[in-house]
Protein backbone atom coordinates (compact mmCIF):
# COMPACT_ATOMS: atom_id res chain seq x y z
CA UNK A 1 0.00 0.00 0.00
CA UNK A 2 1.51 3.46 -1.23
CA UNK A 3 1.69 5.62 1.94
CA UNK A 4 0.09 8.29 -0.21
CA UNK A 5 -2.95 8.00 -2.44
CA UNK A 6 -4.54 10.44 -4.51
CA UNK A 7 -7.12 10.05 -7.52
CA UNK A 8 -5.42 10.46 -10.68
CA UNK A 9 -8.28 12.11 -12.57
CA UNK A 10 -8.23 13.64 -15.34
CA UNK A 11 -11.07 15.64 -13.91
CA UNK A 12 -13.28 18.03 -16.07
CA UNK A 13 -15.62 20.95 -14.46
CA UNK A 14 -17.19 23.61 -16.02
CA UNK A 15 -16.58 26.80 -15.30
CA UNK A 16 -17.98 28.10 -11.93
CA UNK A 17 -18.25 24.51 -10.20
CA UNK A 18 -17.58 23.26 -6.70
CA UNK A 19 -14.48 20.53 -7.00
CA UNK A 20 -13.35 17.98 -4.60
CA UNK A 21 -9.48 16.54 -4.81
CA UNK A 22 -8.93 14.15 -2.34
CA UNK A 23 -6.05 12.29 -0.73
CA UNK A 24 -5.61 8.94 1.97
CA UNK A 25 -2.56 8.17 3.88
CA UNK A 26 -1.72 5.38 5.72
CA UNK A 27 0.70 6.62 8.58
CA UNK A 28 -1.18 8.53 11.63
CA UNK A 29 2.01 9.95 12.51
CA UNK A 30 1.32 12.23 9.83
CA UNK A 31 1.22 15.87 10.73
CA UNK A 32 1.70 18.04 8.25
CA UNK A 33 -0.35 18.31 4.81
CA UNK A 34 -0.23 20.54 1.86
CA UNK A 35 -1.35 20.99 -1.56
CA UNK A 36 0.74 22.34 -4.88
CA UNK A 37 -0.53 23.42 -7.68
CA UNK A 38 1.54 22.67 -10.69
CA UNK A 39 0.62 24.60 -13.98
CA UNK A 40 1.72 22.67 -17.17
CA UNK A 41 5.46 22.50 -18.01
CA UNK A 42 6.51 24.70 -14.38
CA UNK A 43 7.24 23.41 -10.90
CA UNK A 44 4.91 22.73 -8.86
CA UNK A 45 4.18 25.92 -5.97
CA UNK A 46 2.23 25.30 -2.63
CA UNK A 47 -0.85 26.32 -2.74
CA UNK A 48 -2.46 25.40 1.18
CA UNK A 49 -0.64 24.08 4.46
CA UNK A 50 -2.35 22.55 7.47
CA UNK A 51 -1.01 21.09 10.72
CA UNK A 52 -4.15 19.77 12.53
CA UNK A 53 -7.82 18.74 11.81
CA UNK A 54 -9.82 20.63 10.55
CA UNK A 55 -11.04 23.15 7.73
CA UNK A 56 -8.27 26.27 6.56
CA UNK A 57 -9.84 28.81 3.87
CA UNK A 58 -7.98 31.20 1.74
CA UNK A 59 -10.43 33.02 -0.75
CA UNK A 60 -11.99 29.75 -3.14
CA UNK A 61 -10.24 27.25 -1.51
CA UNK A 62 -10.50 25.53 1.51
CA UNK A 63 -8.49 22.56 2.72
CA UNK A 64 -9.90 20.05 4.77
CA UNK A 65 -7.74 17.20 7.02
CA UNK A 66 -10.10 14.31 8.77
CA UNK A 67 -6.53 12.58 11.07
CA UNK A 68 -9.21 9.91 12.21
CA UNK A 69 -10.10 8.80 8.68
CA UNK A 70 -6.45 9.63 7.65
CA UNK A 71 -8.32 11.81 4.57
CA UNK A 72 -7.37 15.16 2.95
CA UNK A 73 -9.62 17.31 0.44
CA UNK A 74 -9.05 20.63 -1.17
CA UNK A 75 -12.04 22.16 -2.41
CA UNK A 76 -12.45 25.34 -4.68
CA UNK A 77 -15.12 27.04 -4.76
CA UNK A 78 -16.29 28.86 -8.41
CA UNK A 79 -13.52 27.26 -10.28
CA UNK A 80 -12.05 29.51 -12.73
CA UNK A 81 -10.00 28.20 -16.02
CA UNK A 82 -7.13 29.88 -14.41
CA UNK A 83 -7.33 26.50 -11.93
CA UNK A 84 -6.56 24.16 -14.44
CA UNK A 85 -3.23 22.16 -13.51
CA UNK A 86 -2.45 19.63 -11.30
CA UNK A 87 -2.95 19.00 -7.69
CA UNK A 88 -0.09 17.45 -5.26
CA UNK A 89 -1.42 16.67 -1.94
CA UNK A 90 1.91 16.37 -0.09
CA UNK A 91 1.84 14.48 3.63
CA UNK A 92 4.87 14.46 6.28
CA UNK A 93 5.84 14.33 9.86
CA UNK A 94 6.23 11.26 12.39
CA UNK A 95 9.85 9.46 11.54
CA UNK A 96 10.30 10.63 8.42
CA UNK A 97 11.87 14.00 7.93
CA UNK A 98 10.72 14.42 4.33
CA UNK A 99 7.73 15.37 2.40
CA UNK A 100 5.62 12.55 0.57
CA UNK A 101 3.96 13.63 -2.50
CA UNK A 102 0.72 11.77 -3.91
CA UNK A 103 0.65 11.46 -7.81
CA UNK A 104 -1.47 14.23 -8.56
CA UNK A 105 -4.76 14.92 -9.89
CA UNK A 106 -5.02 16.89 -13.27
CA UNK A 107 -7.93 19.30 -13.34
CA UNK A 108 -9.35 21.27 -16.19
CA UNK A 109 -11.91 23.76 -15.68
CA UNK A 110 -14.13 24.79 -18.86
CA UNK A 111 -15.12 28.23 -20.02
CA UNK B 1 13.51 37.28 -7.26
CA UNK B 2 15.12 34.63 -9.20
CA UNK B 3 14.31 31.85 -6.71
CA UNK B 4 15.30 28.39 -7.74
CA UNK B 5 16.94 28.32 -11.02
CA UNK B 6 17.73 24.84 -12.82
CA UNK B 7 20.16 24.77 -15.79
CA UNK B 8 19.60 23.11 -18.59
CA UNK B 9 15.93 23.31 -18.85
CA UNK B 10 16.16 20.56 -21.63
CA UNK B 11 18.75 17.59 -22.71
CA UNK B 12 18.77 14.87 -24.66
CA UNK B 13 21.60 12.21 -24.25
CA UNK B 14 22.42 8.61 -25.76
CA UNK B 15 22.42 5.76 -23.26
CA UNK B 16 25.75 5.71 -21.22
CA UNK B 17 26.99 9.64 -21.48
CA UNK B 18 27.29 11.79 -18.24
CA UNK B 19 26.06 15.04 -17.15
CA UNK B 20 25.32 17.18 -14.56
CA UNK B 21 22.22 19.15 -13.70
CA UNK B 22 22.62 22.57 -11.93
CA UNK B 23 20.48 23.99 -9.12
CA UNK B 24 21.11 27.42 -7.92
CA UNK B 25 18.86 28.31 -5.09
CA UNK B 26 19.08 32.90 -3.84
CA UNK B 27 16.93 32.01 -0.70
CA UNK B 28 20.07 31.39 1.50
CA UNK B 29 18.05 28.22 2.12
CA UNK B 30 19.79 25.01 4.05
CA UNK B 31 17.55 22.33 2.77
CA UNK B 32 18.02 21.13 -1.19
CA UNK B 33 16.31 18.35 -2.77
CA UNK B 34 16.59 16.69 -6.33
CA UNK B 35 13.09 15.51 -7.35
CA UNK B 36 11.99 13.12 -10.76
CA UNK B 37 8.48 13.36 -11.44
CA UNK B 38 7.11 10.47 -14.03
CA UNK B 39 3.15 10.18 -15.30
CA UNK B 40 1.68 7.98 -12.79
CA UNK B 41 4.48 8.22 -10.28
CA UNK B 42 4.24 11.77 -9.01
CA UNK B 43 7.32 13.54 -7.58
CA UNK B 44 9.92 11.11 -6.10
CA UNK B 45 12.86 11.98 -3.97
CA UNK B 46 16.20 11.19 -5.40
CA UNK B 47 18.38 13.01 -3.36
CA UNK B 48 18.61 15.70 -0.81
CA UNK B 49 21.01 17.98 1.21
CA UNK B 50 20.30 19.22 4.88
CA UNK B 51 23.50 21.81 4.65
CA UNK B 52 25.99 22.51 2.62
CA UNK B 53 28.97 19.75 2.55
CA UNK B 54 26.01 16.71 3.29
CA UNK B 55 24.15 14.75 0.68
CA UNK B 56 21.98 11.94 1.78
CA UNK B 57 19.61 9.28 -0.28
CA UNK B 58 15.91 9.64 -0.78
CA UNK B 59 13.87 7.44 -2.37
CA UNK B 60 15.19 6.24 -5.66
CA UNK B 61 18.77 7.36 -5.21
CA UNK B 62 20.47 4.49 -8.02
CA UNK B 63 22.02 6.25 -11.07
CA UNK B 64 22.66 9.40 -9.68
CA UNK B 65 24.94 10.97 -7.53
CA UNK B 66 24.79 14.37 -5.89
CA UNK B 67 27.01 17.09 -4.30
CA UNK B 68 26.84 20.29 -2.49
CA UNK B 69 29.78 21.97 -1.91
CA UNK B 70 28.26 25.61 -1.75
CA UNK B 71 25.47 26.41 -0.34
CA UNK B 72 23.35 28.03 -2.66
CA UNK B 73 24.10 24.67 -5.37
CA UNK B 74 23.07 21.63 -5.21
CA UNK B 75 24.13 19.18 -8.50
CA UNK B 76 22.61 15.66 -9.67
CA UNK B 77 25.13 13.74 -11.59
CA UNK B 78 24.42 10.94 -14.10
CA UNK B 79 27.22 8.66 -14.74
CA UNK B 80 25.88 6.77 -16.92
CA UNK B 81 22.85 7.19 -18.64
CA UNK B 82 19.92 5.00 -18.91
CA UNK B 83 16.65 5.48 -21.14
CA UNK B 84 14.66 4.55 -17.31
CA UNK B 85 15.87 8.13 -16.18
CA UNK B 86 14.29 10.03 -19.24
CA UNK B 87 12.08 12.08 -16.69
CA UNK B 88 11.64 15.88 -15.63
CA UNK B 89 14.12 16.37 -12.97
CA UNK B 90 12.76 19.29 -10.34
CA UNK B 91 15.02 20.89 -7.99
CA UNK B 92 13.61 22.58 -4.91
CA UNK B 93 14.66 24.12 -1.78
CA UNK B 94 13.23 25.03 1.53
CA UNK B 95 14.22 27.11 4.83
CA UNK B 96 12.34 24.26 7.18
CA UNK B 97 12.21 20.36 6.95
CA UNK B 98 9.29 18.81 6.37
CA UNK B 99 7.08 21.57 7.62
CA UNK B 100 8.81 24.38 5.68
CA UNK B 101 7.32 25.42 2.30
CA UNK B 102 9.07 23.57 -1.07
CA UNK B 103 10.09 26.40 -3.42
CA UNK B 104 10.49 23.95 -6.78
CA UNK B 105 12.41 25.07 -10.13
CA UNK B 106 11.30 24.90 -13.32
CA UNK B 107 12.36 21.56 -14.19
CA UNK B 108 14.74 20.04 -16.40
CA UNK B 109 13.58 17.63 -19.07
CA UNK B 110 15.69 14.78 -19.79
CA UNK B 111 15.69 12.47 -22.72
CA UNK B 112 17.96 9.47 -22.68
CA UNK B 113 17.69 7.76 -26.11
Known amino acids: QKEVEQDPGPLSVPEGAIVSLNCTYS??????FMWYRQYSRKGPELLMYTYSSGNKEDGRFTAQVDKSSKYISLFIRDSQPSDSATYLCAIGGGATNKLIFGTGTLLAVQP | NAGVTQTPKFRVLKTGQSMTLLCAQD?????MYWYRQDPGMGLRLIHY???????AKGEVPDGYNVSRLKKQNFLLGLESAAPSQTSVYFCASSKLAVTGELFFGEGSRLTVL
Open chain 2, 27 to 31: MNHEY
Open chain 1, 27 to 32: NSAFQY
Open chain 2, 49 to 55: SVGEGTT
